[in-house]
């Protein structure tokens, strides 16, 4: 599937998930919970948490759609690359791309790679190639042997 301008989601899908944020903040200021809120939208919670936060400190305008074309990058994928260099110039800080990927799990922030599958996939194939051919392939489990772990030793006095 190709996304507007190279990647990341479509102006469709972007403008949906804006319109999510923007209903979860009117339930913010009716008072709803956030399992509430996030069980009727068919989000997680802690997206919702998330939300509310940015909604208390900013506002509405902080459940706006954001993305890498606004940070001048020429598609709308998140890369670890293009985080680290945000991370850079909003706050003076040099981190690693490793650095980077572990300040964001640390967060709560998840890698997510969108499942590509060949149109032809027949998963009935699939599963029999994993049950018929692959344990061929792999070959026989390696045995152990005495003193083949660390944990034996043999006597070999």
């Known amino acids: 599937m190709r996304y507007a301008q190279g990647g990341g989601l479509t102006d469709e899908r972007r403008f949906f998930r804006e319109k999510l944020r923007m209903e979860a903040a009117e339930r913010f200021v009716r008072g709803d919970e956030n399992t509430v809120i996030a069980h009727d939208l068919r989000v997680r919670v802690r997206s919702v948490q998330r939300w509310r936060r940015a909604w208390s400190q900013s506002g509405s305008r902080a459940l706006a759609s954001k993305g890498p074309v606004a940070h001048g990058w020429p598609d709308q994928t998140w890369t670890l690359s293009r985080i680290k ?48 051919t692959w344990p061929q392939v792999e070959g026989p489990w390696r045995r152990s042997t005495p003193g083949s772990s660390s944990r034996t030793r043999q006597a070999s006095r």
């Open 85 to 132: 260099t945000l991370i850079g110039r909003r706050f003076h800080k040099s981190y690693t791309v490793q650095g980077a990927a572990a300040l964001l799990k640390r967060h709560g922030w998840s890698c997510q790679v969108p499942a590509r599958r060949a149109i032809e996939r027949d998963e009935n194939v699939v599963a029999g190639w994993v049950k018929e």
